[in-house]
């Protein structure tokens, strides 16, 4: 179904069928504006910038592009084709039709999915809220502001579900959705990952590599699902993210490439001579990496978790690509884990597959992080400069499942809590890293130039050269 612009919130779902609904999503809208003003983007309000805008759902051309002001954004409600005779894919009701209402024995489980992943959505604004002040480029700047309305229409897309199928629970959820705020004392994000401030770019691209892939899994998990309408909004979903991980992919890349260029400039790979010459050396690189890996990790849950197996057993939230599997019910299937043995080594439980469901989809992440690794590594090999980079072990740093507090070294050898603190400088931004990469944070706002700790992209947005204004500051 096309999408109807001519209504107040924009939909493919038939809204105006339904007007108690439309009211109360009508009711919404404000707020959600309210909030975008007060915690979105800080000040570009009147500027034009150059963005895409949903305007189909099907593969070919449903983005359009052109400038709008951010807060004419038209955020809307935009599900992917229905799949028709859709079955579900995994667990006990494995090959039953899909649902079109939320079970009441369910609802709960779903209600907390929903919102869970749903207050990812505008906590990702809020850690973003100040970037724009420092941005390397136009091109980055541009970059930013389409994250951040994608990640606001991520937002409609959850407060969707929490008011169409949750009643006045929903509506409350809702509420709450835009009560919370990153980093709040009293009432922070739900998850550790989205109250870690993003106030600097380098940090920016790391988040959108790292934890948006975070947020890619999820969304692959949730597009399984046996409630067709969640599955249906999450593979929508699924098209905008991609961007994003592009954004993070692409801007690590440019940094490395800068940084190579100013090794060979200077004939050097010591950090300082390379900081001294404005750009990132490879090692405070590493240490950023390491930092939003890790957090991203915990993201995914405990390793053994009871919980993730009701879920799927239930048919709420399969596997990422789960027709990848041969077996979806996974009744009497094992996995294997590594878990700390309690005396500082290693030993492997077997535990039943359906309780290891968060550990597969974080496996299945990790391999996904690890192709962008290789590219880096790549230009980097390229270079002749005789350093790679690495994703630290699944053990490191955890706070959340098996090895949550467990000292590891970063290739996850368990190590004595000395030697765990007395690494940490080598292998976590220090105080002095973050105060650098903060130095470098000088805005460049003329098209087409970019700040001297970063490479231009090799392309511009839609076709369009590097120097265009995407972002008109008149
Ligand atoms: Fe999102
Ligand atoms: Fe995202």
Redesign the pocket.
Same mark, same amino acid.
Request: a negative charge; aromatic letters at 0%; zero cysteines.
């Given at each position: 179904m096309s999408i109807n612009y001519s209504e107040r919130i924009p939909n493919n779902v038939n809204l105006a069928n339904d007007r108690t609904l439309q009211r109360a999503l009508e009711h919404w809208q404000p707020r959600f504006l309210e909030w975008w003003r007060e915690l979105g983007p800080h000040d570009f309000e009147a500027n034009d910038v150059y963005l895409r805008t949903a305007v189909g759902v099907d593969a070919q051309g449903w983005a359009s592009y052109g400038y709008v002001k951010m807060p004419d954004y038209r955020w809307g409600i935009f599900l992917a084709d229905a799949i028709p005779d859709r079955k579900i894919g995994f667990g006990d009701a494995f090959g039953q039709p899909v649902w079109q209402q939320v079970p009441g024995e369910f609802r709960s489980q779903f209600r907390r999915l929903i919102v869970t992943q749903g207050d990812? *959505?505008p906590a990702?604004v809020e850690q973003q809220h100040l970037l724009g002040h420092t941005c390397p480029s136009l091109y980055d700047l541009r970059n930013l502001f389409q994250v951040n309305v *994608?990640?606001g229409r991520?937002l409609w897309a959850m407060v969707y579900l929490l008011h169409a199928y949750f009643g006045r629970d929903g509506r409350e959820e809702a509420e709450e959705l835009l009560a919370r705020h990153s980093g709040d004392a009293d009432k922070p994000r739900i998850l550790g990952t989205f109250n870690e401030p993003i106030s600097d770019w380098l940090s920016f691209y790391m988040f959108t590599y790292f934890t948006?892939r975070d947020?890619k899994f999820q969304l692959k998990s949730l597009a399984e699902s046996s409630f067709d309408p969640l599955a249906r909004t999450c593979r929508f979903?699924l098209t905008?993210?991609a961007h994003?991980m592009f954004v993070g992919e692409t801007g690590i890349a440019r940094v490395i490439r800068r940084t190579l260029e100013v090794m060979k400039e200077l004939g050097t790979d010591n950090p300082e001579a390379i900081r001294r010459h404005g750009a990132v050396d490879l090692p405070t690189l590493q240490r950023y990496l390491n930092f939003w890996f890790t957090s991203s990790l915990d993201l995914f849950g405990s390793e053994v978790s009871s919980n993730a197996a009701t879920t799927f057993a239930n048919g709420i939230k399969g596997r990422p690509d789960e027709s990848q599997y041969e077996d979806h019910v996974c009744a009497d299937a094992t996995f294997a884990l590594d878990v700390p043995d309690g005396k500082g080594g290693v030993a492997t439980d077997t535990v039943p597959m359906r309780n290891a469901m968060n550990e597969i989809a974080r496996s299945a992440y990790v391999r996904d992080c690890e192709i962008g690794v290789k590219r880096w590594n790549m230009a980097i090999k390229r270079a002749g400069v005789d350093f790679q980079l690495a994703l630290p072990s699944t053990r490191f740093r955890r706070s959340i499942g098996a090895w949550a507090g467990v000292p590891t070294d970063p290739g996850g050898t368990p190590i004595s809590r000395e030697a765990y603190e007395r690494q940490l400088p080598a292998s976590l931004p220090s105080e002095s890293d973050r105060a650098f990469v903060r130095s470098l944070m000088q805005p460049v706002r003329e098209p087409g130039k970019m700040a001297g700790w970063i490479a231009p992209p090799d392309r511009g947005i839609n076709n369009l050269p590097v120097e265009y204004e995407y972002v008109r500051l008149g």
């Open positions: 990812t *959505e990702s *994608e990640e991520h948006d947020g979903m905008e993210e994003h």
